[in-house]
């Protein structure tokens, strides 16, 4: 690792540290129980609010995964890997990508079960993309940057514009394993998920209704669409490496 | 006539470290211009520079001037990708986009925003023709080229370059991958294009530059050691670095 990619790593993870701290002091004074998914006078079913929820989540996921697909061919495409914005910007990607899903979902029933922020909206928003962004990005640029440079080379010497060369040829060279990169994305998605509902379900129920036919009615699918998700990914992926 | 390149103190980095040192030459229109040298010595580089590819190289920088046509290359009334497409390329191996061969070549016309299919047509079966694919693959336009030779992949490559219409048409080491068979149809190609366009040709191949060139410089260690008519350089060369390389005994 050279010197100044050592430097913007050690101050990457210096602030994440920094972040998480602020983070822990300022939520764990204040938890005030979310009045609506409190356990004693529940008006609506906390299970079924928060599927509400987690189902109006599915369109900012689409959001999120469309934007950081053009935020990595913009890394990729006009930063130079001597640019100092990306060279900035790559070590968050690279860190908060490879935090396992689990974290994610418990700090999502954390912030639903305490009302952290004044919506769980906001919170439930703030999460995904947090857990959307680092991988996408990550797998798309991987999968840019194993696009042969000899096509793009020959698309150039024949007169193609940047625009033309990564429509034509990078694009849908890369396409397969972007798309490879999305499933796993939403596979993590879905396990956060499922580890959220599954949380809450145990929170919020009677032990004596607690049963497998329970658990599985309310997260099963979900865990399905995970399996079935991560063998996409892994199935599509054309370029390992 | 007036030289279609005109290079001035050229001096190229990829870094910090300085590969080509104080290059100056002229290249003339319809000629055939070799750059021989052993590998690593820079002839790639010189010829990305006249095209302008070697700005995808981040690392790149470069001092001196070169022109094109008597103006500025690297100015910035130029679009990067007009230089590529009028000095088009060919590079060592046969590099064709996963299309049918028609649409290889029909390529170069359509991103020129040329959509008449008479047009395209006519451009794709004069410039197989000029490359003589033409009957190699007149019955299979529409599959794809995998089926081709490698020497007949290159010459679909030569066929796309020209369809971009360049001025200049730049090969690096084009025969790298051919086989001895493949090689002389590919030197009649080289001939019968030039009265089209000016060629630069870059080759680790003594006796083909000797063969097909007109002009012919000799590159050592990012320099330009001597450069001159491809007789002179072969025959009577004035630096002893060069005359030890065109005899074998360097490189
Ligand atoms: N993108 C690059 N970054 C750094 N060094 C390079 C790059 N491209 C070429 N070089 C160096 O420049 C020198 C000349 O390379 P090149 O022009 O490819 O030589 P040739 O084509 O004669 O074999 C070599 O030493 C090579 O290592
Ligand atoms: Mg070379």
Known sequence: MDKSKLLYNSIAVLILLIVLSIYLILTFKTPVADSSLSFGSMKVEPITLLKVRLFWMIPILFITVILSIVFAFIIEEWLSPTNIIRQIIEPYIVILSGIPSMIYGLLAVYHVVFNLISSSYTSLTLILILLVIPTTTLSTQTAIRNVDTSIRNAAYAVGGTKWQVIFDHVLPLSALDILSGVCYTISRVLTVTAVCILVLNLLTSDFSTLTVINIVNNVGIILLLVLIFSIIASLIKKNTG | ?251
């Open chain 2, 1 to 251: 006539m007036a030289p279609i390149i005109e290079v001035q103190n050229l001096n190229v980095w990829f870094g910090k470290s300085r590969i080509l040192k104080n290059l100056s030459f002229d290249i003339e229109p319809k000629q055939v211009t070799a750059f021989i040298g052993p590998s690593n010595c820079g002839k790639t580089t010189v010829i990305r520079s006249l095209n302008r590819l070697n700005d995808l190289q981040a690392d790149y920088r470069h001092t001196g001037e070169i022109l094109f046509n008597g103006k500025e290359l690297y100015s910035n009334k130029n679009r990067a990708s007009e230089i590529a497409r009028k000095i088009s390329m060919v590079f060592e191996k046969p590099i064709l986009f996963k299309k049918s061969i028609y649409e290889n070549v029909a390529y170069s016309v359509r991103i020129r925003g040329r959509r008449q299919m008479s047009l395209i047509n006519n451009i794709v079966d004069e410039c197989l023709m000029k490359v003589q694919l033409w009957n190699d693959v007149k019955d299979k336009l529409h599959t794809d080229p995998n089926f081709l030779s490698i020497g007949q992949q290159q010459q679909l490559c030569i066929a796309r370059a020209l369809a971009a219409d360049p001025e200049i048409l730049i090969f690096d080491e084009p025969c790298a991958q051919l086989d001895a068979t493949e090689t002389p149809k590919f030197e009649s190609i080289l001939q019968s294009l030039k009265q089209q366009v000016t060629i630069i040709f870059v080759t680790n191949k003594r006796r083909q530059a000797a063969r097909v060139s007109d002009v012919a410089g000799f590159l050592y260690n990012g320099e330009l050691v001597e450069i001159g008519k491809t007789e002179q350089i072969f025959t009577t060369p004035t630096d002893t670095r060069t005359e030890n390389y065109v005899t074998g005994r360097l490189g």
